[in-house]
């Protein structure tokens, strides 16, 4: 369809983006990849009077080391990061999960600030996000400050983004020890959102699993760590009987939706499935 | 003097029949270079945008277009009111039965709406953006009433009304008895007698033909007459209906299909959208064209299948089956359109499927519905029999503890009994069912997965594994007229084709069969090069222009190689019969001792004497050397009309992996080998088996259109409206047997909707047979790993799915791709 009639502005810096969207005032948008944008707008869901569009401003893009994180802009495209060394060397987690969103196309405009910003509980990195304590740095008129993924993801497609505040950076930490990374994806077809999506990311300590950090996707209005099955993981033997019963807890205090492709109890079959798989996965060991 | 290269007369090109020739019309389509109706700009054109209901049934209290019409560059707004008198009625060709219901079925809604995306009103603007804007300040007041969702319900006791002014909500009930049409024994007496009765009760979900091109017209004001380009399978067809609506004279009006990106039966219709346009165009004498969005077409353009099926059938405990049995509820949705009741009638005879069954009784239903009307969908009535009956099959073979294979060897037609007159009465043309599944078991190895699946199940494997069949057989070549009109359908069977000889030996060729993605102009190039000896390239092929190609009858049904490739063989023919009369003049000598070979007459036994019938094109032109009496034209035009269908057959196997964990099932090998008689171009009709799998695969795996109980349709977009991709579908190993059908001249049975009709059964039965052992014995479609987790875990069929569409996009449901938001539906209230 086509969108409501809007105004457009295309800035070349943080700064100049920032002073756009003020002047646009409450009805501003930002506009990054587009690929979640641009079809709500199209189906008349949003219609905002300015948009802001990222893709000129070239100090967002891209990904770097800073001392024992890695920073990943927020305009950085999703095939960016799907092929970029940093990310495979300290996140493959990351890198694993883009490969699995929608298609070559959507992912060569979509990026992955966009994706976090955007918040969609079927989305498949902000579980990501999560698993791996990202630090979202956000940059309004009164400068940046750096918010923990735990507080970012505030509720169905909102995050702790004020409306006059652009993301421009995210922050992984870089993992210190044997790491193994898995994301195990549900869908129905190839370039479909998650149904049930677990990100884990698991450090191994003399065949015992010392850490396991276990991300849901779509198990409730906003990405959730499996905490229960953390902890039954945390020191545990790196064997099949273990993961399968810590497994058990994943959909311990998640709150997911009925849908087309599941029902809640269905999902949270899934996320005791998947998660046990993921785990497995990341674990290194055979399922 | 020659307009062609001289070429010895004895080497003439190599048989283009048979050849896997590349599309010659597929750079241009692929390309979009080329003329898509919405391509169109004319000067001064006006764009039409559509203001369709929320609500499935409601009175229209009012409609307030104040705002609208004063809207920046709105040019009029125009609702039922302003067309109530001229609008007519959304014919319908197949009056199933003399007292069928018609509800009528106005183009916008009057007094009031029956289903959501109904239009209400219709905007005129000078762009297509300035329209949409302004369908948001169409004001309009509904008094909401009981909606109709459920077949079941609604011919139930004391059901609520899906019309306000019918007292019923069942359109017509049509039965065919073998017993009382004397092509069978009397059917419960064959039931009393049976050893084994199964019933079943099998459920075709709705689907949408989701063709890749959206809908478009564009209608052209001239004089007095008009000129409509449209996005669709059937322009001979349209200018028929819309002159008898309107009251446009027929000869005053021009239909083009220009190149159209697919329809699968769904722009095989007279839509309610091309009549406004061109009452539009008749009321404000300008251009005008409407482009629906996708939202739009996948709630207002015609949906397909939507039936519950229950069967029963009988046998005696040696597997010889004694009967059959089918009582259909048919959901025709709100209205009638085209052919919307004669799609389970054509179904009516496919039930038997390749059967020797003594008895059958076939009872039918339409039902209306506060839902988007049904009509044709690739296979049209044949997909839901074939599917009954290779499901009701593997149930019998259970119940008698046999061999599903088995089963059906004991019952199918044998290679040596056709012609075969079947309890239906259909008289089956030929084929050899044992060889064709030979070969199909071959191609998938067979041997080796049932071995596997023994293994997977011994060691109680997570992902277990299955196999299913489908040993399908089909009518196509649509169709004999004399059928058509016992049925009785509106219209006849035939096909036209007339061949035009140009003067410098090129050819055209124009069929009333009009394309819509299948590959006509390749095919019939190929033919036409063989019968006239010219060489492909020099062969045109015209089509879907009513002042082009004057007389015709389109494409559906598997029937344009069949029926309008024949014509064209036909006048291809009469063409080289009227060249042997000039070529015997200019030679000087007798009609009877020339020989055409490769395009060229010559005198028998006198070598070096020769002339191409290129050559007798221009001197057919020239005319100035001619025999005496005959006219100067060696153009012809052909009429075919088939004295009976044609009956592709084949037999599919699927081998399905089940993963019991997840309910996840995925398809590990699928084979099939298919008889569509003589092959004109094994690339088209690989490409045919291909999309047709995709289609009936998706209709197990994928696909479902969804209703809540408000009757808002919440697959309202490609995310919830699953159409695989080819990242979702398995490789395909396909082979062909040929036995050619005798009833045209190229041999050719029809390949467009046999993979569609095959597949379905075949992968439900595959998924069966994996879960089987764990008491699961049926499965709603589509298959979705929730559904299939559920049977296994749960018990039962799967059961119903949430209604509500998934969350991606904030939740794709807006008012304006689906509903109405109420407490009670899925849209949730608050939206
Ligand atoms: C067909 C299809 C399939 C898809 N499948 C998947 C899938 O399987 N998994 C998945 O995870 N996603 C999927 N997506 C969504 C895809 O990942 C999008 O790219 C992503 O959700 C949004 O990124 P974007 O850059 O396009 O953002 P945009 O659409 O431009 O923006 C999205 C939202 O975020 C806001 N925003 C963007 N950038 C910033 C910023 N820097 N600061 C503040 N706010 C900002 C915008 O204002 C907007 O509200 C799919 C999309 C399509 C079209």
């Known amino acids: ?287 | 003097m020659t307009a062609v290269e001289d070429r010895p007369a004895t080497a003439g090109p190599a048989k283009e029949v048979g050849q896997a020739r590349r599309r010659k019309e597929d750079a241009r389509l692929i390309t979009g270079k080329t003329t898509w109706t919405d391509n169109l700009v004319l000067p001064g054109m006006l764009h039409l945008a559509v203001v369709r209901s929320p609500f499935a049934h409601a009175k229209i209290l009012a409609v307030d277009v104040e705002a609208a019409r004063s809207a920046p560059n709105v040019v009029a707004v125009l609702t039922g009111q302003d067309f109530k008198e001229e609008q007519g009625s959304i014919p319908c060709a197949w009056p199933v039965t003399p007292d069928m219901v018609n509800p009528g079925h106005p183009s916008v809604a009057v007094e009031e709406v029956n289903h959501v995306g109904e239009a209400v009103a219709v905007i005129v603007a000078r762009s297509k953006a300035a329209a949409q804007d302004a369908v948001e300040l169409v004001d309009v007041d509904y008094h909401p009433l009981p909606v109709v969702v459920d077949m079941e319900r609604a011919t139930g006791a004391n059901p609520d009304l899906c019309h306000d002014h019918l007292d019923t909500n069942e359109s017509f009930r049509w039965i065919f008895d073998a017993g009382e049409a004397g092509t069978g024994q009397n059917t419960d007496e064959a039931f009393a007698a049976a050893d084994v009765v199964v019933r079943r009760r099998f459920v075709q979900q709705r689907l949408i033909p989701a063709f890749m091109e959206p809908r478009a017209t564009v209608v052209q004001p001239q004089g007095d007459g008009y000129t409509m380009w449209s996005s669709t399978q059937v322009p001979h067809i349209l200018r028929i209906m819309l002159a008898m609506i309107t009251g446009v004279p027929e000869h005053k009006l021009r239909v083009i299909a220009p190149d159209v990106g697919g329809g699968f039966g769904g722009k095989l219709q007279v839509t309610p959208e091309e009549v406004l346009t061109l009452l539009v165009a008749r009321k404000l004498g300008k251009p005008v064209k409407w482009t629906e969005t996708r939202s739009e077409s996948l709630m207002s353009a015609h949906h397909g299948r939507d039936q519950i099926q229950h069967i029963e059938i009988a046998a005696d405990r040696e597997g010889n089956v004694k009967g059959l049995k089918v009582h259909l509820l048919a959901d025709m949705g709100a209205y009638l359109r085209l052919v919307s009741p004669g799609v389970p009638i054509l179904g009516a005879f496919m039930f038997p499927g390749i059967y020797k069954f003594p008895a059958y009784r076939f009872d039918c239903q339409g039902v209306f519905t506060n839902k988007t009307p049904t009509d044709a969908y690739r296979g049209a009535g044949r997909p839901e029999a074939t599917f009954a009956i290779e499901r009701i099959m593997d149930e019998l073979a259970v119940e008698l503890d046999m061999d599903p294979l088995e089963l059906r060897r004991k019952n199918w037609i044998g290679a040596q009994e056709f012609p075969f007159t079947t309890v239906a009465g259909l008289e089956y043309d030929s084929g050899d069912y044992d060889e064709a599944t030979r070969q199909a078991l071959e191609l998938l190895g067979y041997d080796e997965l049932r071995a596997e699946q023994q293994r997977r199940r011994e060691t109680n494997d997570p992902v277990q594994l299955g196999i299913g069949f489908s040993t399908f057989t089909e009518m196509c070549g649509l169709a004999p007229s004399r059928v058509l009109g016992s049925h009785p359908y509106g219209a006849g069977g035939w096909e036209h084709a007339s061949i035009r000889m140009l003067p410098t030996g090129k050819v055209e060729v124009v069929t009333g069969s009009t394309p819509h993605g299948q590959g006509h102009e390749t095919a019939w190039s190929q033919l036409v090069a063989d019968e006239l000896g010219v060489p492909f390239e020099d062969v045109e092929v015209l089509h879907g222009d009513t002042a082009i190609s004057a007389r015709g009858l389109d494409t559906y049904g598997s029937r344009s190689l069949v029926v309008g490739g024949a014509a064209v063989v036909n006048a291809a023919q009469k063409v080289v019969a009227k060249a042997r009369t000039v070529a015997a003049h200019l030679l000087e000598a007798s009609e009877e001792d020339l020989q055409f070979e490769g395009g060229t007459f010559s005198v028998r036994g006198t070598p070096g004497t020769g002339v191409s019938i290129q050559e007798l094109a221009l001197a057919t032109f020239a005319a100035h050397n001619f025999p005496e009496g005959v006219e100067p034209s060696l153009d012809a035009d052909a009429t075919f009309d088939p004295v009976n269908f044609s009956f592709p057959h084949g037999t599919h196997v699927c081998a399905m992996e089940v993963d019991t964990e997840t309910g996840r099932v995925s398809i590990r090998k699928y084979a099939c080998v298919d008889d569509v008689g003589k092959i004109v171009n094994p690339l088209i009709v690989e490409g045919q088996v291909h999309g047709g799998l995709a289609q009936g695969i998706a209709q197990a795996l994928y696909e479902e259109a969804v209703y809540d109980a408000d009757g808002n349709l919440t697959t309202g977009t490609f995310v919830d409206y699953l159409v695989p991709s080819a990242a979702d579908l398995p490789h395909f190993d396909t082979a062909n047997t040929v036995h050619e059908a005798p009833g045209n001249p190229i041999g050719a049975k029809g390949v467009g909707e046999a993979g569609c009709i095959a597949s379905t059964p075949a992968v439900v039965n595959a998924a069966l047979d994996a879960v089987r052992h764990l008491g699961v014995s049926d499965i709603l479609m589509p298959l979705t790993p929730e559904r299939v987790w559920r049977a296994i875990h749960q018990g039962g069929d799967g059961g119903d799915r949430a209604t509500a569409g998934t969350n991606a996009y904030g939740g794709a449901q807006t008012e304006t791709t689906t509903g109405v938001s109420t407490p009670e539906s899925s849209l949730g209230g608050d939206r």
């Open chain 1, 1 to 287: 369809m086509i969108p409501a009639a809007f105004e457009y502005v295309r800035p070349s810096t943080v700064d100049e983006a920032l002073r756009a969207l003020a002047d646009g005032g409450e009805d501003a948008k930002i506009l990054a990849g587009g690929q979640s944008l641009i079809p709500v707008m199209r189906l008349r869901l949003a219609a905002p009077s300015t948009v802001v569009d990222l893709t000129r401003v070239s100090e967002l893009r891209g990904v770097r080391e800073d001392g024992d994180a890695l920073v990943i802009g927020a305009m950085t495209t999703h095939s960016d990061v799907v092929s970029d060394p940093l990310i495979a060397q300290h996140a493959p987690l990351i890198a694993q999960a883009t490969e699995t969103v929608a298609d070559r196309q959507v992912r060569h405009r979509g990026t992955f600030g966009g994706a976090l910003a955007h918040a969609d509980p079927a989305g498949d990195l902000p579980a990501v996000a999560l698993a791996l304590d990202a630090e979202f740095v956000l940059a309004g008129a009164g400068g940046r400050r750096t918010v923990p993924a735990r507080e970012f993801f505030v509720d169905y497609l909102t995050t702790a983004l004020a409306e006059d505040e652009i993301l421009v950076e995210v922050r992984v930490p870089k993992l210190a020890g044997q790491w193994g990374m898995h994301y195990e994806k549900f869908n129905r077809v190839a370039q479909a959102w998650s149904i049930v999506a677990v990100a884990a990311a698991v450090r191994r300590e003399d065949g015992h699993i010392a850490e396991a950090r276990i991300g849901l996707t779509n198990m409730g209005p906003t990405p959730l760590r499996a905490t229960a099955t953390e902890q039954a993981l945390a020191g545990a033997t790196a064997g099949a009987d273990a993961i399968a019963g810590a497994a058990a807890h994943a959909a311990e205090g998640t709150a997911p939706s009925d849908d087309l492709n599941a029902k809640a109890d269905y999902r949270e079959h899934l996320a005791r499935v998947l998660t046990r798989r993921a785990v497995t996965a990341a674990a290194g060991i055979q399922g």
